[in-house]
Nanobody, 118 residues
């Protein structure tokens, strides 16, 4: 059974930081691309950051220079370090896993809430 379990969300003031974690089980972790989407109330889900099985990364323009995605294949975990948070970063953050040969997401986590507010 495949599971992606996120943690690390919460309430933070503007300018603050959070680190999200997503622990995977039931997959051959090293051959999956991983990433994070977020969904704000009333908006479509958008890609925030992704990291390939070869550790190449991409970021949404809105988070470049503030967020960093990384993976630890030994711990079967992907991270999203979020710095200089803004109110517009508020939303539910979902991690995903996509096999390196897949054209779409194979697995989703359950989501973790991030709220940036004073």
């Amino acid at each position: 059974q495949v599971q992606l379990v996120e943690s690390g969300g919460g309430l933070v003031q503007p300018g603050g930081s959070l680190r999200l974690s997503c622990a995977a089980s039931g997959i051959r972790f090293s051959i999956y691309g991983l990433g994070w989407y977020r969904q704000a109330p009333g908006k479509q889900r958008e890609l925030v950051a992704a990291i390939t099985s070869g550790a190449n990364t991409i970021y949404a323009d809105s988070v470049k220079g503030r967020f960093t995605i990384s993976r630890d294949n030994a711990k079967f975990t992907v991270y999203l370090q979020m710095n200089s948070l803004k109110p517009e970063d508020t939303g539910v953050y979902y991690c995903y896993a996509r096999h390196r040969l897949s054209s779409s997401v194979d697995y989703w986590g359950q989501g973790t809430q991030v709220t940036v507010s004073s």
